[in-house]
């Protein structure tokens, strides 16, 4: 059974930061390969970043240099470190793997960025 537990949403400040944490159950988690997740008021949800099981990331052009996604699989812990916040970057936050033709989600993380 695949479950994930996002945390450590809230509110915070244009040009703070936060840091996510995704909790995961699985016995193969260190074989994942984890995403990150969002979706704002009326909006899709979008991929933000992802981490591979060798480590590798990728994220989306809008959150280059300012998001880091990283993981520790003793722990079977995903997070996501967002600095340098902007008002765009409201949304629900979702963690996520793909096994075969499943996708597995999280309940979510609300991130408010407001002065």
């Known amino acids: 059974q695949v479950q994930f537990v996002e945390s450590g949403g809230g509110l915070v400040q244009p040009g703070g930061s936060l840091r996510l944490s995704c909790a995961a159950s699985g016995s193969f988690f260190s074989s994942y390969t984890m995403r990150w997740y969002r979706q704002a008021p009326g909006k899709q949800r979008e991929l933000v970043a992802v981490i591979t099981s060798g480590g590798i990331t990728n994220y989306v052009d809008s959150v280059k240099g300012r998001f880091t996604i990283s993981r520790d699989n003793a722990k079977k812990m995903v997070y996501l470190q967002m600095n340098s916040v902007k008002p765009e970057d409201t949304a629900v936050y979702y963690c996520?793997?793909?096994?075969?033709?499943?996708?597995?989600w999280g309940q979510g993380t609300q991130v408010t960025v407001s002065s």
């Open positions: 996520n793997t793909q096994l075969g033709p499943k996708d597995y």
